[in-house]
């Protein structure tokens, strides 16, 4: 999308997305209201979850599991809905079930089995690498049906869809519309698992084009992350 003056507040930009949102949905027959933007505050301090929350921002994601738990817990007085958007290691997968209602990315049978036996289930997206580079995250396409059929007999989880990062130095359309193709695959093993996570602050429109109900957006709405130090 366009960027946004850099000037502006955070709430002017937060309507501004709504609004290019809501313009994208309409574009694609689509109704903004079945559309869920999770805004991404990752590298952001808690207090900028806070200012999102005053502004009517329920949803928010993070893709590190510390940072997500100090946040949860510095923020457990407001209801908030995490969701768990980055790579996730095996052995830290139940601990995130602790704050996050729900995860976007398993992507591998170590991790459905480490989350099986929990309860309640937690809601989950089956992370699919839309690359050839096998280090991205997520499965790679031939393995979405086996993995469907792995969270579907696991009762800690919950499959909502599939999420996915679009590739870099591709048209991301394209690429969403293979995403569109392996949610179909997936509802095809679990019916009711229609859900599709993806767009990000770039790529959103697109996304909902392709069907996306579940939007990612980070930079677009908070503003360039801090550099970590
Ligand atoms: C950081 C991140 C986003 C948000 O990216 P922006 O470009 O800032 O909108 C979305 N999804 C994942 C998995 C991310 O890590």
């Not at 930009?13 to 949905?25: F, K, P, Q, S, W």
């Not at 480490?114 to 690498?129: E, H, M, R, Y």
Request: proline share 6%; charged share 25%; hydrophobic share 45%.
């Amino acid at each position: 999308m366009t960027e946004l003056p850099s000037e502006l507040s955070l709430s002017e930009r937060l309507n501004e997305v709504t609004g290019r949102i809501a313009d994208a949905a309409h574009a694609a027959g689509r109704d903004p209201a079945k559309l869920t933007t999770i805004v991404v505050t990752k590298f952001h301090p808690a207090s900028l979850v806070r200012e999102l929350y005053a502004l009517g921002v329920r949803d928010f994601g993070e893709n590190r599991h510390q940072e997500a738990r100090e946040k949860a817990l510095e923020l457990a007085d407001l209801e908030l809905d995490w969701h768990f958007i980055g790579q996730l290691q095996t052995k830290k997968a139940r601990q995130v079930r602790e704050y996050a209602r729900v995860i976007h990315s398993i992507d591998r049978e170590a991790l459905i089995a480490a989350l099986a036996a929990g309860t309640p289930p937690i809601d989950c997206f089956l992370q699919v690498n839309l690359t050839d580079d096998p280090e991205r995250g997520g499965a790679q396409p031939a393995e979405v049906p086996s993995l469907s059929e792995a969270i579907a007999a696991a009762e800690g989880l919950r499959l909502l869809g599939v999420m996915a990062v679009a590739p870099l130095g591709e048209e991301p359309r394209p690429a969403f519309a293979r995403l569109r193709e392996l949610r179909d695959t997936v509802a095809r093993v679990v019916p009711g698992a229609t859900s599709i996570s993806a767009g990000m602050s770039h790529d959103f429109r697109e996304a909902i084009a392709e069907g996306a109900t579940h939007l990612r957006i980070g930079t677009a709405i908070t503003g360039n992350r801090p550099v970590r130090v």
